[in-house]
């Protein structure tokens, strides 16, 4: 808990860290769900330091037991900014992102805060159903440097859709094989939810490291 009231959840690398990644959760699921807790810890073991919060609507959720709809746009990237203000003071870059829903706030957020990068897991480019309901618009200016896990059978947004998208030269889609949303694979692909997220971490780490290069040099 903040000075302010605003709850933090910090999941940290065993030494020192190689970047800050805040992360948001998406529409449906808190900041401790089973994604976010496996994603978190798949993260620090790669030598970030992750922190979590929750929008407004979640939190009361959290207080009262009661399932709200998701904030309004306008006070979903408030509240983003006010935990940004908030986050823990660690010597190390710092990187925006989330899940789903989360990710696209990050998204539309990132030019303006400016990060040395942005992580988007999951990301909401159509709702499932509705591919012609693109929310690409602001991507294909995207100045911040950009990474996008996404599944192979994310209704969210697949290949065939995706690779038709004039996304910014900025965004980097990596595909996770057979992952869904959550990036939980079909049972006849072999593979397990935690090898998918253990995938996007190291996909993330070699991004970061990537950009803290161009940093550099």
Known sequence: MTADGL?????????????????????????????????????ARQGLAVVRFEFPYMAERRASGTRRPPDRMPVLLDSYRAHLAERPDVCAPLFIGGKSMGGRVASLLADEVQPAGLVCFGYPFHPPG????????????????????????????????????????????????????????????????????????????????????????
Request: negative net charge.
């Open 7 to 43: 709850r933090l959840l910090e999941t940290r690398p065993p030494g020192e860290p190689l970047a800050q990644l805040m992360l948001a959760h998406g529409a449906g699921a808190p900041m401790d769900s089973d994604f976010m807790n496996l994603l978190s810890q798949a993260l």
């Open 130 to 217: 509705k591919p012609e309901r693109t929310r690409t618009a602001h991507l294909e200016q995207l100045a911040t440097p950009a990474l996008i896990l996404q599944g192979t059978r994310d209704p969210f947004g697949r290949p065939e859709e995706v690779d038709g998208y004039a996304l910014s030269a900025r965004i980097r889609v990596h595909w996770l094989e057979s992952g869904d949303h959550d990036f939980k694979p079909l049972r006849s692909s072999g593979l397990t939810q935690q090898q998918l997220i253990d995938q996007a971490a190291l996909r993330v780490t070699d991004f970061i490291r990537d950009q803290l290069d161009c940093i550099r040099a």
